[in-house]
C-alpha cells in the first residue's frame, strides 16, 4: 500500500502532482480518498484524464482539518495505474487535509 497525505491551504489543481502517486502505480486496482476541511465551503474534484468521476464534493468541516476516517468513510475510486487528479477549491480561507491510499 502507497499513501500521500497533503495538507494544503490554498487552492490545489493536482494535489498529488510531484508525490509517490504521481502517476498512480500500474499494479494499484483503488485508490481511497479522504479529505477533510476546516471551512464547510471547500470543494474536491476527482477525475481520470479519460473522465470525470466526482465533481463539486463538499468535504466535511473538521476543526484543525482533521481526517475522521471511521466518521466519514473515503471515496473509493477504481484505477489501472495512470494519472488521477484530484482538485481542490478553496471558497473561504482554510486548511484542508487529503489522504489518498493505493492499494
Known amino acids: 500500500m502507497r ?3 497533503r495538507l494544503i491551504a490554498a487552492d490545489n489543481a ?3 502532482a510531484g508525490t509517490d502517486l504521481d502517476p498512480i ?3 494499484a486496482t483503488r485508490a481511497i480518498i479522504y479529505a477533510a476541511s476546516t471551512q464547510a ?3 474536491l474534484t476527482v477525475q481520470t484524464p479519460e ?3 466526482a465533481r463539486a464534493i463538499l468535504l466535511p468541516l473538521r476543526a484543525n482539518a482533521e481526517l475522521r476516517m471511521d466518521e ?5 475510486v477504481p484505477v489501472m495505474g495512470g494519472k488521477l487528479i ?3 477549491d478553496i471558497v473561504t480561507g482554510a486548511s484542508v487535509a487529503v489522504l489518498v491510499q493505493t492499494d
Not at 466519514?72 to 473509493?76: E, F, L, S, V
Open 3 to 5: 499513501q500521500v497525505y
Open 14 to 16: 493536482d494535489v498529488l
Open 41 to 43: 465551503d471547500t470543494i
Open 25 to 27: 502505480p500500474a499494479t
Open 86 to 88: 484530484i482538485s481542490v
Open 51 to 53: 473522465m470525470p468521476v
Open 72 to 76: 466519514d468513510g473515503g471515496m473509493i
